[in-house]
């Protein structure tokens, strides 16, 4: 499974359960609120092994799948 879908399916299972289907490109605003994002920081850091720096979680980072897809690529070991 790719990191998109891994994160689709995390979001949509875990952090916003009923919701609205969800694509890549998204906004994420409305979808998840602030205490979902720690929940995924800290996902993200278990699954992807590197720690997500607090000035990292910015709309420019987090603001879709699409965006967070490429946070991870860029920044995973």
Request: negative net charge; charged residues 30%; without cysteine.
């Amino acid at each position: 499974m790719s990191i998109e879908q891994d994160l689709l399916s995390y979001i949509t299972k875990e952090l916003a359960p009923g919701k609205a289907d969800i694509d890549s490109e998204a906004s994420l605003q409305g979808v998840i609120d602030s205490t979902a994002v720690m929940e995924l920081v800290v996902w993200i850091e278990g699954e992807h092994g590197f720690d997500v720096e607090i000035d990292d979680i910015t709309p420019e980072n987090f603001g879709s799948v699409k965006t967070l897809t490429a946070y991870i690529e860029k920044n995973k070991k």
